[in-house]
């Protein structure tokens, strides 16, 4: 099945009213490349600025609560989030299951929040070092989704992808191999079918940790990789641009 790449940016604690320039600049630039979905999931207080500045390019949240709404002090709904604009969400990013200690159990409920509300939503998976250099990665991996996955009966697959980042790659400039990459896309494919029958095959599956503008093509040219999720690279259009053209390229 051919499935559109898609390069979504995740600039966690980074941009001021300031950068919306560089919003408009990734913006415009990927015009360019209609053949790649591009997105930019931002700070939830700079969602609304980015979605009036760049109306028809899709801006996103990098967390979203489970509930609808109550008493959750500082937490952002997924009905907030639409109203603010937003069209999607990371969950289960390895920096919140660490900071926030954020459970698969929680991960799941905040996937199908999103879900029912409308939005997109990237689902985060990945291994520590320590499972990885044990030999386990492929394994412990599968089981987080298993256990994170949002229901079948949820809406799923249409607008879920997935995000395989290897906690150890994510901001420290190492990369997972393209073929180790690859046997974990795959292995993530498997239960993505064994959850939603054919439709696990609609799932995008993104790489993310440390792409950048020199590794890029090289990722993107593995089997199964859908596109990826890019953190420090996104920052620019300088370098978030030459990835976007990486995925169109191949
Ligand atoms: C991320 O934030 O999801 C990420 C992969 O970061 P980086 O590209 O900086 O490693």
């Not at 952002?76 to 990013?93: F, P, Q, Y």
Request: charged share 25%.
């Amino acid at each position: 099945m051919a499935r559109r790449k898609y390069v979504v940016g995740n600039w966690k604690m980074h941009g001021l009213a300031a950068d919306l320039a560089e919003v408009r600049a990734i913006a415009d630039g990927a015009r360019a490349f209609p053949e790649v979905d591009v997105a930019l999931c931002l700070p939830v207080i700079l969602i609304e600025r980015a979605v009036r500045a760049v109306p028809d390019f899709p801006i996103g949240a990098q967390d979203v609560h489970f509930a609808e709404k109550g008493a959750h002090t500082g937490n952002v709904s997924a009905a907030m989030l639409r109203d603010a604009g937003a069209t999607l969400t990371i969950v289960g990013h390895s920096e919140r299951r660490q900071d926030q200690r954020e459970s698969d159990e929680e991960v799941r409920s905040k996937a199908e929040a999103g879900l029912a509300a409308g939005l997109s939503v990237i689902l985060c998976v990945g291994e520590s070092l320590d499972i990885r250099e044990a030999g386990h990665a492929v394994e412990t991996v599968q089981a987080q989704l298993d256990a994170s996955l949002p229901r079948a009966e949820t809406g799923v697959p249409a607008r879920l992808a997935i995000a395989y980042e290897p906690i150890w790659a994510i901001g420290t400039g190492e990369v997972a191999s393209p073929a180790d990459i690859s046997e974990m896309h795959s292995a993530l494919r498997e239960r993505l079918v064994a959850a939603y029958g054919d439709g696990g095959n609609e799932v995008r599956i993104q790489y993310g940790g440390s792409v950048n503008a020199s590794n890029a093509a090289e990722i993107f040219a593995a089997d199964n990789v859908d596109g990826a999720l890019v953190g420090g690279a996104s920052l620019t259009s300088e370098k978030f641009l030459p990835i976007v053209e990486a995925a169109a390229r191949v």
